[in-house]
């Protein structure tokens, strides 16, 4: 059957792709030798022929990793990345790349040097982002399941917009070896499924200890599906009621707080808990993001590897011409926004501060843990807008990420589950975000709601 299914995977992402713009490689000759072999040899490995996408700032070997940029265009890795080694050696057949916000920047896969984006629910909405190629493969059943990389809620926040699981790992879960870096102190390699148990599935192969990434955890790895007990009784969840005021749509809050019903009718606990530096979460993001990202981006010159300026006689002048027509403008902004907080008479003003406020938001999230087993709060403020709605108002674009940057900034884990439609049939989700190292009680706590509120609904752009 894993030929089967790879060569359904394959056929529905060509049939959909000019429709969805969700792949920017898709490779057909390569999946299918995969699969091949994988029949042939009887692989029993706990992934034996799955289809998967991978986000095109993941390292797959012979493919290309362009991150969305122009800048590095059809670069191919000599190498895998860590997960992308771990899945293909339990069986998993990687499909194709997929499309993203250019280096991981972005809200709505607007930012994309490949075009945007779009929609299965409706192709004149954004998709979310970064990850948004991911989502939308998801979502409009081309694969199961697929990879993408979370500095800020790029996979949480395109997963409630497109109706589908996501999953951002305690930071040091998941390898970053191979994950092309945004912001290294944010970033961290996600999960995107139909099902909650095939999320844990996933994560159970690619999470662990990895030699080649200092930051991951030398952690066990828990049997994750084994927590899908659906068992909720005496499971306590934290509601941060301030959080659900001005700005939030009221279809979305109307929505999760009937989710917080469902949690008390399975025999969960709810407790009021309070995070009173969330409301710094965005400043502070977007100053250590974007300062990370300045540096991280400095490779980027036009010497070693992808796009180089032509008629550029001088080695200065290359250098400014290849970023200038490699860069697109939200990368543009965010390097400036970065080196400017990094300088000398603006360090301690921003970037020392911001660090300070970070260590309070993980205090907030401590000191609520010792209340409760997981917080409940939206994933997006919105169901998903329109394309270039928010193009020309890049801070409107920001506040996209309000509910989900406190998760990165802290390092603990969160999952977004699929919780309804509004009256535009736009997917809404709620998220969970629980403690260090508590992906298994998120997994029972969005899989005990999977189970008393299945998400059934299909978006009307699909593979079948």
Request: hydrophobic residues 40%.
């Amino acid at each position: 059957m894993s030929r089967q299914s790879v060569e359904f995977s394959i056929a529905a992402a060509e049939r959909l792709n000019e429709t969805l713009n969700a792949f920017l490689e898709i490779d057909r000759e390569g999946a299918l030798t995969r699969a091949r072999e994988i029949e042939e040899s009887g692989n029993a490995g706990a992934l034996a022929g799955i289809p998967i996408a991978v986000k095109d700032n993941i390292c797959v070997r012979g493919m290309q990793a362009s991150c969305g940029s122009k800048i590095l265009g059809d670069y191919q890795p000599p190498y895998n990345a860590t997960v992308i080694e771990r899945l293909t050696n339990a069986g998993a057949v990687v499909i194709g790349k997929t499309n993203c916000d250019e280096f991981a920047m972005g809200s709505s896969n607007e930012n994309s040097a490949f075009g945007p984006v779009r929609n299965p629910w409706d192709t004149t909405r954004v998709s979310g982002g970064s990850s948004g190629g991911s989502a939308t493969a998801v979502a409009a059943g081309i694969v199961p399941v697929a990879l993408g990389s979370d500095t800020g809620g790029s996979v949480r926040q395109p997963a409630s917009l497109c109706g589908v699981i996501g999953l951002k790992p305690t930071y040091g879960r998941n390898s970053r070896y191979g994950l092309v870096a945004f912001a290294s102190s944010l970033d961290q390699v996600g999960v995107f499924g139909r099902k909650v148990e095939d999320v844990a599935r996933i994560l159970g192969v690619i999470a662990g200890r990895d030699p080649r990434d200092a930051t991951t955890a030398d952690a066990p790895v828990p049997d994750y599906s084994a927590s899908l007990t659906g068992d909720l009784k005496g499971a306590r969840l934290g509601f941060p009621r301030t959080l659900f005021g001005e700005g939030l749509d009221e279809e979305v809050k109307k929505s999760v707080e009937s989710v917080v019903d469902v949690y008390r009718d399975l025999g969960a606990e709810i407790v009021d808990v309070e995070l009173p530096h969330a409301r710094y979460a965005i400043a502070v993001y977007y100053i250590i993001a974007t300062a990370e990202a300045s540096s991280n981006l400095a490779r980027f010159d036009g010497v070693r590897y992808g796009f180089r300026a032509e008629d550029t006689p001088e080695l200065r002048l290359m250098y400014r011409r290849t970023r200038e027509e490699g860069f697109g403008a939200e990368v543009k902004r965010r390097i400036m926004l970065g080196t400017y907080v990094l300088s000398a008479g603006y360090y301690d003003a921003y970037y020392r501060k911001a660090q300070q406020v970070r260590t309070l938001i993980k205090n907030d999230f401590l000191n609520a843990f010792e209340r409760c087993d997981a917080l409940i709060t939206p994933t997006t403020p919105t169901p998903a807008f329109e394309i270039g709605e928010k193009a020309d108002d890049p801070l409107a674009m920001y506040l996209n990420d309000i509910y989900t940057v406190t998760a990165n900034l802290a390092g603990v884990p969160g999952i977004s589950v699929p919780c309804g439609l509004s009256s535009e049939r736009l997917p809404i989700g709620f998220q969970l975000v629980g403690p260090y190292w508590s992906e298994p009680t998120l997994f029972k706590l969005a899989h005990g709601y999977e189970q008393a509120r299945p998400f059934t609904e299909r978006p009307p752009i699909s593979a079948s």
